[in-house]
């Protein structure tokens, strides 16, 4: 089993810039691909990024091209999201998840999360 834990969330005015964090417990880590996702009040959970095991492959969302990259640490059993030159519609709850299938977007591949972490981009 793998255990994730978001940081990194917060407050911030739009064209401004986050450095989400996911970091996973166990010795398994590099044999997961891993996702960000997001939700919105009052919407579905919506895909944001993958990548793969190693790293050499990534995989966005269209609306994040360009502002967002996925990178993991396997040494730090960690996982990031940095994003840059946020808007209000990338306000809500972002979620890191671990699976065992190739940059996948749908929620239904990924097998743990975590519990997320609040991101509000104000206007």
């Known amino acids: 089993q793998v255990q994730l834990v978001e940081s990194g969330g917060a407050l911030v005015q739009a064209g401004g810039s986050l450095r989400l964090s996911c970091a996973a417990s166990?010795?398994?880590?590099?044999?997961?691909?891993m996702g960000w996702f997001r939700q919105a009040q009052g919407k579905e959970r919506a895909f944001v990024a993958s990548?793969?095991?190693?790293?050499?492959?990534?995989y966005y969302v269209d609306s994040v091209k360009g502002r967002f990259t996925i990178s993991r640490d396997n040494a730090k059993n960690t996982v990031y999201l940095q994003m840059n030159s946020l808007k209000p519609e990338d306000t809500g709850v972002y979620y890191c998840?671990?699976?065992?299938?190739?940059?996948?977007?749908?929620?239904?591949?990924?097998?743990?999360w975590g519990q997320g972490t609040q991101v509000t981009v104000s206007s």
């Open positions: 990548i793969s095991w190693t790293g050499g492959g990534t």
């Open positions: 166990g010795r398994t880590f590099n044999s997961y691909a």
């Open positions: 998840a671990a699976g065992n299938h190739y940059l996948r977007s749908n929620p239904l591949d990924y097998d743990y």
